[in-house]
């Protein structure tokens, strides 16, 4: 007799970036789906990377990160976000945001354990808080403008919640917290035993003059945090999977735990770079304007379609409503627009327990000008 698996994540596909990008090469298309860009990076980090191998730095570093970075960064936080974070005990490097958050739900999450999301919700959270026996409560965004209902977060709540997860600025819909969603987050958790977990991997991707408004400026939300970044949106360097978790050190010891028997430490190179690169801070203070201009260039682009925009406020992504254009599904739209126009994008319904059907597509604009304009030539051509 032959092993079986009792799967884990038995109603688990392929996540829908892999299926879309595999999708794409297939059909030769241009890829606006998956979210990561295709103009280089700084020529300094690449040149900081290789020198720190040539000159030995390829053996382990502390498990919780290079002891450089963590200062580096503690600095960079305290300072951005008016912080108070401890780079010893309160930071761990890691290998990508998505692993931060994975690492920070089996730290807390028990069997039967009920943690709130909002949906559309980035594809991972839902399996990692499964994968440890936890239960996903969703409550919808409120179409179009994904707003949250405050009042259906509260109806929510109730003696199992063990915490909330939230996402500013927002992946897939771009919309980004206001001090009123942070007033009423604290009205729900401050005097339970509610935990936190804050996806913050876009907190330079952020337009239109907004501020972006990191846990880690507010203490008493900060306790019962784990806040996750992601160097790969700052420096265009998403396959590098670098990124960091900051949560207090009692908190952080148990992550530490978990993180130690799991990739136990990060790329030294990469490392011994990022430590250097941080200090140059209109690297990353630039970012906001400079996404902002791929996003105005695509949409005055588009313009030539039927396709509507739908506000973005941040990230990599913008919606479009194509409902001008079809009334199929969105993956099935998604699927054709591939095939026939050759424009990979993803279905927004892929971000939902149960899919919704608004008829909007994420496209990602950090691109090449020449790569948004050729997208928006094949879009104008097939549809
Ligand atoms: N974060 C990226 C996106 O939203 C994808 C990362 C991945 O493919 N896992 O498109």
């Known amino acids: 007799m032959t092993p079986s698996i009792y799967s884990k994540l038995p109603h688990i596909g392929t996540t829908i970036f892999t299926v879309m990008s595999a999708l794409s090469v297939k059909h030769n298309a241009i890829n606006l789906g998956q979210g990561f860009p295709d103009f280089p990076m700084n020529e300094k980090l690449t040149s900081l990377v290789n020198e720190a191998m040539k000159s030995g730095y ?116 771009g919309s980004v917290w206001s001090a009123e969603d942070i007033e009423q987050l604290r009205n729900i958790v401050s005097g339970t035993g509610i935990f936190i977990i804050s996806d913050e991997v876009y907190e330079h991707l952020i337009f239109d003059n907004k501020k972006h408004l990191s846990i880690l400026r507010y203490p008493d939300l900060f306790e019962r945090s784990f806040v996750c970044f992601s160097f790969g949106k700052v420096y265009h360097c998403t396959g590098w999977k670098m990124g960091y978790c900051i949560a207090p050190e009692g908190m952080m010891k148990e992550f530490r735990k978990v993180h130690q028997f799991n990739c136990f430490t990060c790329n030294s190179p990469v490392q011994f770079a990022l430590a250097q690169f941080l200090t140059e801070k209109n690297q990353y203070r630039e970012l906001g304007v400079f996404l902002q201009s791929k996003r105005d260039y695509f949409k005055k682009l588009m313009e030539q379609t039927k396709f509507k925009p739908l506000p973005s406020f941040g990230s990599y992504f913008q919606l479009y409503d194509y409902s001008e254009v079809s009334q199929e599904n969105e993956n099935d739209f998604a699927i054709r627009l591939t095939q026939e126009a050759g424009v990979a994008t993803i279905p927004v319904s892929a971000f939902y327990k149960t899919p919704v059907d608004n008829k909007v597509l994420r496209f990602c604009f950090a691109k090449k000008e020449e790569t948004l304009e050729a997208a928006v030539e094949r879009l104008v051509k097939g549809f």
Not at 125 to 134: D, H, L, S, T
Not at 163 to 173: K, R, Y
């Open 58 to 173: 390829n053996q382990y570093v502390h498990m919780c990160g290079l002891p450089l970075l963590r200062e580096r960064i503690a600095e960079k936080v305290n300072e951005d976000y008016n912080a108070n974070v401890n780079p010893e005990t309160d930071i761990t490097v890691t290998p990508g945001g998505t692993y931060a958050i994975y690492t920070a739900f089996t730290t807390i999450l028990q069997p039967g354990d009920e943690v709130i999301l909002f949906e559309p919700a980035y594809d991972s959270y839902i399996p990692n808080i499964e994968i440890n026996g936890g239960v996903a409560v969703s409550i919808p965004l409120e179409y179009p403008d994904y707003s949250i209902n405050w009042d259906r977060v509260k109806e929510k709540v109730n003696g199992k919640t063990k915490a909330i997860i939230i996402n500013t600025p927002h992946n897939p819909t």
